[in-house]
């Protein structure tokens, strides 16, 4: 609900589903302060429905909406053949200006929740819960589940569900964005390497296939499939469990689909890298097909978890994650060949490429995942095209980044492309699908 340049949010307090925490939301929310985290206008209770309503700024735009534009791609839809330029083109310029922003912004964003003096885990990053202003300024929103790491006991007294480092919720995230850890049933568990896989799964969606579907087909998320089943506890996948996928194209346009492009009664939706949509067992199969199946090495602490030997996984490596993504820049990718993606944790010398960036969230071993403070000096942020921030206050494109960012020339608030002057604005308004099919 908007009320001129608010949004008010209204959840049950008597009602509530465990561990959903509107109140914990409110408290958390009224302590933060940072460009990149929704503010809290004010918030009232209604004595008689036991309501809890929070006024927050209305925000028009969702990642989730630029992440269905068929425009969000360093491809076009229809090509006359591969280029073998070293140059970008124009869409690819594009495309990366507005995606490096968004995802250096989500980082400021989450790394301020991590550090010491705030100590925040969200535990629920996802597309849907990143808004973007009309000048292109990502905010986090929805803290109903977040955790307070290190709040004592009276902090927490009057939470709907009050949750302590003893035992903690597993039953946090959401499907295809949750670490693989909260699917074998912890009580305590690193808070804040969940939002670092989160991450990792969240940023790869830039870069997964789009898929055109028809407006009859039902309504639900597009992930990569595979031919093997899922494995079970007392059976084995089929003898090809592991064998490649074939490559996916930036665009998928099934066989049958009655739309073209561009017809109205079509939509793009976004490829997610891991399947949530066949429960928590069909998760961890299909993040171990990707990611390998973890041993020893991979995942030391795998053993540990409460329900690590109930369920029998067939041993199958790591993929290459390249051929997972195919919206990477191309430009990038001679580099991004270079990575090895197969290995846990990743090479010490970060390499200036997206897939590089991601691949550093997406480690088993929680303790070995990239935190978020070191992942604002990652090299890609600084590499061409140099990293574009919303038109807003001067005092704004300090707070909470890293000291390289007031370095002279390192961040820009506008763009040249095709000889025009863009801002952060002007790329999100090109992009965003709102009303796109």
């Given at each position: 609900?908007a009320?001129?340049?608010?949004?008010?949010?209204?959840s049950?307090?008597?009602?509530?589903?465990e561990?959903h925490?509107i109140i914990k939301?409110?408290?958390l929310?009224?302590?933060l302060s940072?460009?990149?985290?929704?503010p809290?206008?004010?918030?009232?209770?209604?004595?008689r429905?036991q309501?809890?309503?929070?006024w927050?700024p209305y925000?028009?735009y969702t990642?989730d909406?630029?992440l269905?534009s068929?425009?969000f791609?360093?491809?076009?839809i229809i090509s006359?053949g591969s280029?073998t330029?070293?140059?970008?083109?124009?869409?690819?310029?594009q495309?990366?200006v507005?995606?490096?922003?968004i995802?250096f912004?989500?980082?400021?964003g989450?790394s301020?929740?991590?550090s010491?003096?705030?100590?925040?885990a969200h535990?629920d990053?996802k597309?849907?819960?990143?808004?973007?202003?009309?000048?292109?300024?990502?905010?986090l929103?929805d803290?109903g589940?977040?955790f307070?790491?290190?709040e004592?006991?009276?902090s927490k007294?009057?939470d709907?569900?009050p949750?302590y480092?003893?035992r903690?919720?597993?039953?946090?995230?959401?499907?295809?964005y949750?670490?693989?850890e909260l699917?074998f049933g912890p009580?305590?568990?690193?808070a804040?390497a969940i939002?670092?896989?989160?991450l990792g799964?969240t940023?790869?969606e830039f870069?997964t296939?789009?898929?055109?579907?028809?407006?009859?087909?039902d309504?639900?998320?597009f992930?990569?499939?595979s031919s093997?089943?899922?494995?079970?506890?007392?059976?084995e996948?089929?003898?090809?469990?592991g064998a490649?996928?074939p490559?996916p194209?930036?665009f998928?346009?099934?066989?049958?689909?009655h739309t073209r492009?561009?017809?109205p009664s079509?939509r793009?939706?976004r490829?997610?890298?891991?399947?949530?949509m066949r429960g928590?067992i069909g998760?961890?199969?299909?993040i171990?097909k990707?990611?390998g199946t973890?041993?020893?090495?991979?995942?030391?602490?795998f053993l540990?978890?409460p329900?690590?030997?109930k369920v029998?996984?067939?041993?199958?490596?790591?993929?290459?994650?390249?051929i997972?993504?195919?919206n990477?820049p191309?430009?990038?990718?001679s580099?991004?060949?270079?990575?090895?993606?197969a290995?846990h944790?990743?090479?010490?010398d970060?390499?200036?490429?997206?897939?590089?960036l991601?691949?550093?969230?997406l480690v088993?071993?929680?303790?070995?995942?990239?935190r978020l403070?070191?992942?604002?000096?990652?090299?890609w942020?600084?590499a061409?095209?140099?990293?574009?921030l919303?038109?807003?206050?001067?005092?704004?494109?300090?707070v909470?980044?890293?000291?390289?960012?007031?370095?002279?020339?390192?961040?820009t608030r506008?763009?040249?492309?095709?000889?025009q002057?863009?801002t952060?604005?002007d790329?999100?308004r090109?992009h965003?699908v709102?009303?796109?099919?």
């Amino acid at each position: 609900m908007a009320l001129g340049s608010s949004q008010v949010k209204t959840s049950t307090t008597t009602h509530a589903k465990e561990p959903h925490d509107i109140i914990k939301e409110v408290r958390l929310l009224a302590s933060l302060s940072h460009p990149n985290v929704i503010p809290l206008i004010k918030h009232e209770i209604s004595r008689r429905s036991q309501n809890l309503s929070l006024w927050m700024p209305y925000i028009p735009y969702t990642l989730d909406e630029v992440l269905q534009s068929s425009r969000f791609s360093p491809h076009p839809i229809i090509s006359f053949g591969s280029t073998t330029s070293s140059s970008p083109t124009p869409r690819e310029v594009q495309f990366v200006v507005l995606a490096k922003s968004i995802i250096f912004q989500v980082l400021c964003g989450m790394s301020y929740l991590h550090s010491e003096h705030v100590q925040i885990a969200h535990r629920d990053v996802k597309p849907s819960n990143v808004l973007l202003t009309p000048m292109g300024c990502a905010q986090l929103i929805d803290f109903g589940i977040a955790f307070h790491v290190g709040e004592d006991r009276a902090s927490k007294a009057r939470d709907l569900w009050p949750e302590y480092t003893a035992r903690m919720y597993f039953e946090v995230s959401t499907g295809p964005y949750r670490a693989p850890e909260l699917l074998f049933g912890p009580r305590t568990y690193d808070a804040f390497a969940i939002d670092a896989w989160s991450l990792g799964a969240t940023f790869a969606e830039f870069f997964t296939p789009l898929h055109l579907q028809d407006d009859d087909e039902d309504e639900q998320s597009f992930s990569f499939q595979s031919s093997d089943r899922m494995p079970d506890s007392k059976s084995e996948p089929e003898s090809d469990a592991g064998a490649p996928a074939p490559p996916p194209t930036p665009f998928v346009i099934p066989r049958g689909t009655h739309t073209r492009p561009g017809m109205p009664s079509g939509r793009w939706s976004r490829a997610s890298l891991f399947d949530g949509m066949r429960g928590e067992i069909g998760l961890a199969w299909s993040i171990f097909k990707i990611r390998g199946t973890p041993n020893a090495d991979t995942w030391p602490s795998f053993l540990t978890l409460p329900d690590a030997n109930k369920v029998f996984f067939a041993d199958v490596p790591a993929t290459d994650l390249t051929i997972r993504l195919p919206n990477l820049p191309p430009t990038t990718m001679s580099a991004s060949l270079r990575t090895d993606t197969a290995t846990h944790p990743p090479c010490s010398d970060p390499v200036s490429t997206p897939l590089d960036l991601l691949h550093r969230f997406l480690v088993y071993e929680p303790s070995r995942r990239l935190r978020l403070s070191e992942s604002l000096d990652h090299p890609w942020f600084r590499a061409e095209p140099g990293l574009v921030l919303p038109a807003d206050s001067e005092e704004d494109i300090q707070v909470g980044r890293p000291a390289w960012v007031s370095e002279a020339g390192a961040v820009t608030r506008s763009f040249i492309v095709e000889g025009q002057s863009r801002t952060l604005g002007d790329l999100l308004r090109m992009h965003v699908v709102s009303k796109e099919h």
